[in-house]
T-cell receptor, first 115, second 115 residues
Framework: AQTVTQSQPEMSVQEAETVTLSCTYDTSESDYYLFWYKQPPSRQMILVIRQEAYKQQNATENRFSVNFQKAAKSFSLKISDSQLGDAAMYFC????????????FGQGTRLTINP | KAGVTQTPRYLIKTRGQQVTLSCSPI?????VSWYQQTPGQGLQFLFE???????NKGNFPGRFSGRQFSNSRSEMNVSTLELGDSALYLC??????????????FGSGTQLSVL
């Protein structure tokens, strides 16, 4: 079974600074998808960024980018120019390509933005 | 376009009772998944429905069940409630389960408290 680990329960960053959230995962599959989701106080999970494992190029979405290290099974999220609206819980998630395409989530990292 | 709608937003029940939660997916989305979120266990997959059929089921007891209607709306039911069932129940929809990287859209959840 696949597992996802986020070792940082909480992180804080100054507004306009850069922060990196860590995520590692364990799988025996060679092809899969990885995601970062954001959950603000409204509780709705919002997709931030996704990465296909077969793509070597790291995904980027505006101020959000990932560092995908397939051999190390590492998938970190970098937020540049942090904004107050970025404050939320961030979850790393894994999904298989085949079979049960459920999302396997990490425990989450609470990100605080200091003005 | 309306998002994923979950009702009710909050629910309080007592042990032994049963509860039904509702989820209306985005128009045109035929796949609905359910997740349970607790502080201790994090986010866990319950089940996924597509075209009124359960495609996958997570590791939950038989007290947890669901169904999907012809209009893609889904309900989940928990019978004989236990204190440990207190959680945020999130519903997510996508157009079809054919591709694992397809974006999931989440609702704001139903917060269930069991007293």
């Amino acid at each position: 079974a696949q597992t996802v680990t986020q070792s940082q329960p909480e992180m804080s960053v100054q507004e306009a600074e850069t922060v990196t959230l860590s995520c590692t995962y364990d799988t025996s599959e060679s092809d899969y998808y990885l995601f970062w989701y954001k959950q603000p106080p409204s509780r709705q999970m919002i997709l931030v960024i996704r990465q296909e494992a077969y793509k070597q190029q790291n995904a980027t979405e505006n101020r959000f980018s990932v560092n995908f290290q397939k051999a190390a099974k590492s998938f970190s999220l970098k937020i540049s120019d942090s904004q107050l609206g970025d404050a939320a819980m961030y979850f790393c998630a894994y999904r298989s390509v085949q079979g049960a395409q459920k999302l396997v989530f990490g425990q989450g990292t609470r990100l605080t933005i200091n003005p | 376009k309306a998002g994923v709608t979950q009702t009710p937003r909050y629910l309080i029940k007592t042990r032994g009772q049963q509860v039904t939660l509702s989820c209306s997916p985005i128009s045109g989305h035929r796949s609905v998944s359910w997740y349970q979120q607790t502080p201790g266990q994090g986010l866990q997959f319950l089940f996924e429905y597509f075209s009124e059929t359960q495609r996958n089921k997570g590791n939950f007891p038989g007290r947890f069940s669901g169904r999907q209607f012809s209009n893609s709306r889904s309900e989940m039911n928990v019978s004989t409630l236990e204190l440990g069932d207190s959680a945020l129940y999130l519903c997510a929809s996508r157009r079809n389960p054919g591709q694992g990287n397809e974006k999931l859209f989440f609702g704001s959840g139903t917060q269930l408290s069991v007293l």
